[in-house]
């Protein structure tokens, strides 16, 4: 075979059992003799020694260690082939046979001794070297501080030739190829540790390489470090890998000795400090063996582990298992009383192929269960593809359903909003006009009795009217029609006359209504719409003042974070929420303990309407509530040091005097009632359908003129009461004042109001509020009315 065809690795392997089946199967037909004593001469001084022989000096010796060995043989006849057989020479050495060099390796004393293969030496002698009768065989070894002899075998080729393949086969290549299966098991091991990161197969994969690095140092030819460093780094690796391993057997019974596997990490990584201390202090010949039999100590608690689990379970292949430890716990203890003995200075060691059979047997089994729980984890990704396949089916069918839920739903809050938006209108118009009407009766001098029913009248339109616009309020909030305006305002004024409309409502009840603002506050104010927080604190006051039975109500400010914004809260010592209601309590129409729906207690959407309108400024709301103890809202408002813009204040309205105003309505009763009221106020009146009925009213009346404009927004057709502002305005000027009043609520309709420029009311329109604008339009009448 030549030398590149043994570079690859199939080859390799092919020689490496061709070599073993050599080394066992041959016969040894033929008679060698075996050499035991033999005269050394060391330092001048001769004596007779046994075989094996080792001599060594302290480290450091100037000179190499010198000794020689002569050994007599008697042959009664020279065989055909002769040749000289020393399974251990640790050592340079010159071999002379009868005076003459048969083999010569003392080139230089000082190199590191011969490793592996060439400690085992076999020479062919000289047929002419060779005499009858007494044979001297010379054996010159030398070393730098340490040589050592094994027994000499003399014999014809055939015989030595045949022990000294075994002796290489069991020595040298048997180790080698353990060493190179068993890493390869070790990378394949890691390699399915890395996909799990199961510990199981770390600890394996890690003993097991480990345990071929071993092997394959015991048999490297090249000398890596002086005597002193291989002995304590070959030991400390046979320390980790056993660590590895044991760890592993224990855990793959199913023990759980956590304390024990940390000890041996620790005397597995302890072990070069150990090992160089004890040779420190002149202990390292008995140091090393006793630290070797420490660790086959704890290879027996491993065997005594996986011994315990194939008890349990009683499998073939745990027996198995268990067999391969038992040899392998065996051949190690073999291995340490032949090395220990001194009766073999280069013996063949039994536990690599021993370990062979445990490491191919415990990867087999790992790599089994790898590929069962990769089969296992198939089936199931298929299994859990098919449920996902179906359950992606019904989720599209799902959402389907779900798509076409939110299109009736949306189509019924499209039909929800267009009926408000149209009911808005037509609820309006008859509350606004009997408010008018309720209006105009006041001023007539009544009874008492008859006061009292109008004033009950107007109390119970009161009521009306604030359900219709809290009603009306949540369709708009959810149109989009209610814009913010932040702006920088006063908290301490809002929140006292809030409170003072309440006062009469709490004092009724019993109740204490009291408003505390923090000290030190000055000069600090509140950034958001004034117009939306008021309507959310009259909410929560109404809220609070309507459910508490006694006890009272506070109204409270105060700074938060540093001044960043503003904790406004509302506390009441009524009933109290559940926690069950706490989130059920800001839906529409929902009450607590209103089951009968008593419309004195309001629809239930005061929180839902503070719920929006907290939402729309972005002004976080929180409720704490404890059964039989009270509630209490917070709501954060930032704060600002910006000065708050000086409003008009609104003063009481001047007399109108003979204002001549034009009304456009295309509803009679509210066309009425508004003529009835403004009659009663001194105002001349002008009252249409449309713009062409107001202008032949005044055309019909004798120094008939317009000074103000009160229209409608829907008018009859595709008219509008901006329509009509702007016809009477051709009439008689641009400057005539006009005021827009609409019961709509859609965003659209209240968008092109505010864009018209001009004053708009929603319907019912408080009386009061009327008459101050009909003063503000008659103080801006400057010129004379123009003729119609």
């Not at 309001?602 to 009270?630: C, E, F, K, M, N």
């Not at 009481?652 to 509803?667: N, R, T, Y």
Request: net charge neutral; aromatic share 8%.
């Amino acid at each position: 075979m030549s030398i590149g065809a043994m570079h690859a690795p199939g080859n390799v392997l092919q020689a490496v059992i061709a070599t073993l089946w050599l080394a066992w199967a041959a016969p040894a037909h033929a008679v060698s003799f075996e050499l035991r004593q033999a005269v050394r001469t060391l330092d001048g001084q001769s004596q007779t020694v046994s075989l094996p022989d080792s001599v060594s000096l302290a480290e450091g010796a100037a000179e190499p260690l010198r000794a020689s060995y002569r050994m007599s043989l008697d042959l009664p006849g020279a065989p055909h082939r002769l040749a000289v057989f020393v399974p251990g020479l640790i050592a340079h050495d010159r071999i002379l046979f009868n005076g003459r060099v048969i083999d010569d390796h003392m080139a230089d004393p000082m190199a590191p001794l011969p490793r592996s293969i060439h400690r085992i030496r076999y020479i062919e002698v000289a047929q002419e070297f060779v005499r009858t009768g007494t044979n001297i065989i010379e054996i010159e070894a030398a070393g730098r501080n340490f040589v050592s002899m094994s027994p000499v075998s003399v014999g014809d080729t055939a015989s030595l030739g045949h022990r000294f393949e075994r002796r290489v086969a069991g020595a040298v290549l048997g180790p080698a190829a353990v060493a190179l299966v068993v890493g390869t098991l070790a990378l394949c091991v890691l390699l399915i540790w890395a996909r799990t990161r199961d510990s199981l197969y770390g600890y394996f994969g890690l003993g097991t390489l480990g345990w071929s690095l071993h092997d394959a140092w015991t048999v490297l030819p090249i000398a890596v470090m002086t005597p002193a460093h291989r002995v304590v780094w070959w030991t400390s690796l046979y320390s980790f890998f056993v660590a590895m391993l044991v760890i592993f057997c224990i855990r793959f019974a199913g023990w759980r000795w956590p304390r024990f596997e940390r000890m041996l990490c620790v005397l597995a990584f302890s072990a070069p400090v150990v090992l160089y201390a004890a040779e420190a202090a002149g202990l390292g010949d008995s140091a090393q063996p006793g630290w070797l039999l420490l660790w086959i100590a704890f290879v027996a608690v491993g065997f005594a582990a996986v011994g315990h689990y194939v008890w349990r379970h009683r499998d073939t292949s745990g027996a198995l298992l268990v067999l391969t430890g038992g040899v392998s716990l065996a051949f190690a203890i073999r291995d340490w009383l032949v090395t220990n003995s001194g009766e073999d200075n280069n013996p063949v060691f039994l536990v690599p192929y021993a370990g062979l059979m445990f490491v191919v047997l415990v990867a087999w089994m790992l790599i089994d269960r790898f590929v069962a729980t990769s089969r296992a984890a198939e089936t199931m990704n298929r299994e859990l593809e098919r449920r996902v396949s179906a359950g992606s089916e019904q989720l599209v069918k799902a959402l389907a359903q779900m798509r076409s839920s939110k299109e009736v739903a949306e189509s019924a809050a499209r039909a929800k909003s267009t009926f408000l938006a149209a009911a808005s209108h037509d609820l309006r118009q008859p509350i606004h006009a009997l408010g008018l009407y309720l209006a105009a009766l006041a001023d007539d001098r009544l009874g008492r009795p008859q006061r009292e029913i109008a004033s009950r009248m107007t109390a119970t339109l009161t009521t009306l009217e604030t359900m219709l616009n809290a009603l009306l309020d949540v369709s708009r909030m959810d149109a989009g029609a209610i814009v913010k305006r932040p702006r920088s305002f006063a908290l301490a004024p809002l929140l006292h006359r809030l409170a003072d409309e309440y006062a009469k409502a709490a004092a009724e009840r019993g109740l204490r209504l009291s408003v505390r603002i923090a000290p030190g506050t000055e000069g600090v104010y509140a950034m958001s719409d004034p117009m939306l927080v008021e309507r959310i604190v009259l909410n929560l006051l109404g809220n609070a003042v309507k459910y508490t039975r006694e006890g009272g109500v506070l109204l409270s400010c105060r700074l938060r974070d540093q001044d960043r914004h503003w904790r406004l809260e509302v506390w009441d010592t009524g009933p109290g929420i559940a926690a069950k209601d706490r989130e059920r309590v800001f839906e529409e129409f929902y009450q607590v303990g209103n089951p009968e729906r008593d419309r004195t207690q309001g629809l239930g959407l005061g929180l839902s309407i503070v719920r929006r309108l907290t939402a729309l400024l972005g002004h976080p709301l929180r409720l704490d509530s404890r059964v039989g103890r009270g509630s209490r809202f917070a709501i954060d408002l930032p704060a600002t040091t910006e000065q708050p813009r000086t409003m008009q204040v609104e003063t009481e309205p001047s007399p109108i005097g003979a204002l001549h105003v034009a009304i456009v309505d295309d509803d009679p009763e509210v066309r009425e009632s508004t003529r009835t009221l403004l009659e009663r106020w001194g105002c001349r009146v002008y009252a249409g359908s449309d713009a062409n009925d107001v202008l032949a009213s005044v055309a019909a009346t004798p120094g008939g003129t317009l000074q103000a404009i009160v229209a409608d927004y829907r008018l009859r057709g595709d008219l509008t009461g901006i329509d009509a502002v702007h016809a009477l305005r051709a009439a008689f000027g641009d400057a005539l004042p006009a005021l827009i009043v609409s019961g709509e609520s859609s965003a659209e309709q209240l968008g092109r109001m505010r864009a018209s420029g001009f004053d708009c009311r929603a319907k019912p329109v408080d009386p009061m509020h009327l008459r101050r604008w009909l003063a503000a339009a008659a103080s801006a009448a400057q010129e004379p009315a123009v003729a119609a």
